[in-house]
């Protein structure tokens, strides 16, 4: 298995078993929004790191290195002048890549967000159910609360994607 070496057994985990955006949610017992997702990802043994060397075409670097014991460690860049609102999406994009797919040692650059690939599409998939969850807009609409830029502001995600997870509800 690609993660075995990984320094948190719950990313080992949540990777064996096919993890899903709920399974995060649950383990971490998010009820309200918005879902933190830097702190999920840093207690999963993820670093993440804000950079001022990307220019304002690049998203992201994601980074894998292996100690020699055999220990690997995954590092997330983010661009430093993005709005948290885009770090967000970046930093659950990234994760939902590093639970669902084959990732390399090494380091991928400009990072690329658009639904030209499956495996673009799936990781923008999971980061919009890790950072819109279901159970979590049904607990605010319960409550009244229908408006789209509402719930956009209370997610902490654009009124666009607000309108794409509702849509697919």
Known sequence: NQFEGF??????????NG??????????????APVPIFDITKKLGIKLYRDKSLNKNQDCRLKITQSANGI???????????????RRFIVSHELGHLL???????????????NSSSIEAEANS????????R??????VMAGIT??????????TSVESMKIRLNSL
Do not use: W
Request: proline residues 3%; hydrophobic residues 40%; charged residues 20%.
């Open 7 to 16: 320094t948190s057994l719950q990313l080992q985990m949540l990777k064996e």
């Open 19 to 32: 993890a899903r955006p709920s399974d995060i949610i649950e383990m971490f017992e998010v009820k309200l």
């Open 72 to 86: 690997l460690e995954a590092e997330i860049y983010t661009n430093y002048h993005h709005a948290s609102m885009r």
């Open 100 to 114: 669902m797919h084959d990732i390399k040692i090494g380091e991928s650059n400009g990072c690329c967000f658009n």
């Open 126 to 133: 999971f980061s919009v159910q890790l950072l819109m969850p």
């Open 135 to 140: 159970s979590i807009i049904n607990h605010y």
């Open 147 to 156: 408006d789209i830029g509402e719930l956009a502001r209370i997610f902490n």
